[in-house]
């Protein structure tokens, strides 16, 4: 049994951005019918975002209309918002965080609870203190549950757990993004008992082995990143074809062991809980992710020598972006 704050969540989350965000936005039939499908499967860690699709159509507006027609999922579901980003910049002060919760509660509409808020990222212009003073006022207000943090250092993890309880850190964790296992998250996440979201753990896509950059549409985010680009991924896939072959000699799919190597990660001593929340916008592949490869001893140092073979060259960001992350 997994579970966070009281909820049994299963093993393996759901990640909401590729529902709403463009240009990839899933049909809301379809994307109600994915919701659906996590629930069933009992993948009931969700990770929404005020931003993620316009203001119209986005995470919280999606979740309205599911609970509407799915009621009895609306108190299982383990719900965590990001909010507070202005425009794509993050925005801590009191006033915009206090108008960020309520604009998702709004736009929630009384259907389900936001279990975890987190800030998209910190903002550096407002001391921390201030933002999470804020946020622990909203928890014992009732607007939300707990507060959770998203792309921050260890140092920082640390400072926030003396001034409220942090349920959740979520962090991009993946075989193509192995800094947290020494950059410290992970090791101080397991100190402070905090449980760790891991996004992107099917790393855009591309750990799944069916996708190249051109088959990325034109106004796709992931066009831009570094890691990304043909010179790069070009290397980088070479990774992706032994763990191939891998999941091919124990009957998964690559995108089964990638998410089986995170969850080995797990059990692992000296680490925390993690749960990783992957995307979809296909029902068949949501179920794909729930049935996630067990690894044993001998599977997953045979991913670590991928992995050592392998380093994955390209930074997970563009400039801008890395400047938001590791903070």
Not at 84 to 108: H, I, W
Not at 165 to 183: C, F, G, K, Q, Y
Request: proline content about 6%; hydrophobic content about 40%; some cysteine.
């Amino acid at each position: 049994m997994v579970a966070i704050l009281g909820k049994d969540i299963g093993p393996i989350g759901y990640g909401m951005g590729n529902l709403t965000s463009p240009p990839r936005v899933a049909p809301e039939d379809q994307a109600i019918e994915c919701l659906r499908t996590a629930a069933e499967l009992g993948c009931l860690a969700w990770n929404a975002g005020e931003f993620y699709g316009p203001p119209t159509h986005n995470s919280l507006v999606l979740l309205n209309r599911f609970f509407a027609k799915y009621p009895e999922y609306a108190n299982r579901v383990l719900l965590n918002v990001k909010g507070a980003m202005e425009n794509y910049t993050p925005n801590g002060s009191p006033e915009f965080v206090r108008k960020s919760v309520d604009n998702c509660l709004a736009q929630l509409g009384g259907k389900g609870k936001i279990d975890m808020y987190e800030c998209g990222r910190r903002d550096t212009r407002v001391p921390m203190e201030t933002t999470l003073n804020t946020l622990k006022e909203l928890v014992e207000e009732g607007k939300i549950g707990s507060v959770a943090l998203t792309e921050v250092n260890a140092t920082t993890i640390r400072e926030a757990a003396k001034i409220v309880n942090i349920s959740a850190v979520e962090i991009e964790l993946s075989l193509w993004n192995t800094d947290p296992l020494r950059n410290g998250v992970l090791s101080t996440c397991a100190e402070l008992g905090i449980p760790v979201f891991a996004y992107c753990p099917l790393g855009r896509g591309f750990l799944t082995g069916k996708l190249n950059f051109e088959d990325i549409p034109e106004g796709d985010y992931r066009r831009m990143l570094p890691k990304n680009q043909p010179e790069n991924l070009k290397k980088n896939l070479q990774l992706v074809k032994q763990v191939e072959t891998l999941a091919e000699k124990k009957g998964f799919t690559t995108a089964q062991v990638a998410l089986g190597w995170i969850l080995g990660l797990s059990k692992q001593e000296g680490m925390p809980l993690i749960v990783p929340i992957p995307g979809t916008s296909s029902p068949d592949r949501v179920r794909e992710n729930a049935a996630a490869a067990a690894l044993a001893d001998d599977e997953m140092k045979a991913v670590e020598a991928i992995l050592s073979l392998n380093p994955v060259v390209g930074d997970r960001y563009h400039a801008h972006g890395m400047k938001l992350t590791d903070l």
